[in-house]
């Protein structure tokens, strides 16, 4: 199939994430993936500065990973879970909890990181039902929060510049407070736990927990928040006896600067939710760990155990490949990595704040994000990155990368290079337009 079919038939046939069918916008046909970098029917290479949304923080083709999945092919590639077990199951648990904060003793596996949050939100009210307090039926969260597009996991995404207002009429209704106050080395104020703790006040025998992205809001806004903002609100909440979930979806495994965001504040959650790179973005999977106070709560309540139970639960291909990826962390000092891409995003894009065009930059471990002025056209600007040699994904205001760990000083060089020089011409070419 040459390169003009297959997007013939993919704009005939194919539902795009976030794409109109009836206009739907131009896809690139990408036939191999190597390291850093994306190879496409043309014969193009693309820097891959979004390590595919953020989870293949080891590149791609990755031989140790390939290696692990090889293997684990040839004993089995998938078994029930139920009534069954198997090694990479039981020593990825293992290595989950020996890496995890402390107190997050029991994991439950399950397919994507949307699946890992709707986990999180029945446990927690699973927990509180079994203690006979069936009345805490209700989530508190923070706006400008993104944790997934299932019916529970959008329930708690931002109802109003979310991406799922269209479905508020139908979704079960939670408590919203305001995002927390934008800066990493922001000091914190009395005031700005207030309004987080007159809400716990006001509905305390309604909420369950407290569900929330540990220092970085992702896809709600490219948000970075203060470790003692969220230090003082994981305190509010063991004071008023709420649940603390974290979704460490996106920042888990080193992406933040430190192994899980909520290290940057030493806190400690009773519910994880994990995804994206824990498979070295190989293929979907996630995990949700909670405390064993939570865990035993469940299993002693009216149920006698914690309903849930994904068909591809612990699906041993993907547990063996997470293993993998967990070795490759250690081998390769992932703080190391990081804190070079922490120092390349700094010195590459720190510049442009000097730009007409750009509103903000803001760094934070292997993130960097370029914030403009208006929100930019998608299939317009995604032609003049891949022109530079570059795949970068931006949405509304916000142009961002988030590079794999291995990406090498010169290539992020590049990656950061043609994603300013895209944007110079895209924004000269609107300028243009208004005159």
């Not at 089995?76 to 995890?100: C, N």
């Not at 609100?233 to 899980?260: N, P």
């Not at 155990?305 to 990826?325: D, E, I, Q, R, Y």
Request: hydrophobic share 45%; glycine share 8%; net charge negative.
């Amino acid at each position: 199939m040459t390169p003009e079919q297959l997007i013939a038939l993919d704009q005939q046939h194919v539902w795009h994430p976030y794409a109109s069918m009836d206009n739907p916008p131009p896809a690139y046909p990408v036939v191999s993936a190597h390291g850093v970098r994306l190879k496409l029917g043309d014969g193009t290479e693309l820097i891959d500065g979004m390590a595919s949304w953020w989870c293949a923080v080891h590149g791609y083709n990755h031989p140790h990973l390939n290696a692990a999945m090889t293997q684990q092919i040839g004993d089995m590639s998938h078994v029930m879970f139920g009534g069954i077990t198997h090694e990479p199951a039981v020593t990825l648990a293992k290595r989950l909890v020996d890496m995890t904060p402390e107190g997050l003793e029991k994991v439950f596996f399950s397919d994507s990181g949307s699946v890992a949050v709707e986990v999180a939100i029945k446990m927690a009210l699973q927990y509180w039902h079994s203690k006979g307090q069936t009345n805490k039926n209700r989530m508190l969260t923070v706006r400008n929060g993104y944790h997934g597009d299932t019916f529970g996991a959008m329930a708690v995404c931002d109802p109003v510049n979310g991406m799922h207002s269209l479905f508020a009429s139908v979704l079960p209704q939670h408590h919203f407070i305001s995002a927390p106050p934008m800066g990493f080395d922001r000091p914190l104020e009395a005031k700005d736990l207030d309004q987080l703790e007159n809400t716990i006040k006001q509905h305390q025998n309604e909420i369950a927990a407290l569900i929330l992205e540990p220092i970085v809001q992702g896809a709600g806004g490219m948000r970075f928040y203060s470790p003692e903002w969220l230090r003082a609100a994981a305190e509010l909440c063991k004071q008023y006896d709420v649940l603390l979930i974290a979704d460490e979806i996106a920042t888990g495994f080193g992406r933040s600067g430190a192994l899980f965001a909520c290290d940057h504040a030493q806190v400690k959650p009773d519910i994880m939710c994990l995804g994206k790179a824990i498979t070295g973005g190989t293929m979907s999977f996630a995990a949700t760990l909670a405390t064993t106070e939570i865990a035993t709560s469940i299993s002693r309540g009216d149920a006698s155990c914690f309903m849930h139970g994904p068909t591809f639960m612990a699906n041993p291909l993907a547990c063996a490949v997470a293993n993998a990826s967990l070795d490759l962390l250690e081998k390769n000092d992932w703080q190391a990595q990081v804190a070079g891409l922490n120092q390349g995003l700094k010195q590459q894009l720190t510049p442009a704040l000097a730009l007409d065009y750009i509103e903000d930059v803001r760094v934070l471990g292997a993130i960097g994000v370029v914030q403009v002025t208006s929100a930019v056209d998608l299939g317009k600007i995604q032609k003049m990155f891949v022109d530079e040699g570059v795949w970068v994904r931006p949405f509304g205001k916000l142009v961002y990368v988030m590079p794999p760990y291995v990406m090498s000083p010169q290539d992020l060089a590049l990656l950061c290079q043609g994603m300013l020089r895209a944007l110079a011409i895209y924004f000269k070419e609107a300028y243009a337009t208004t005159q």
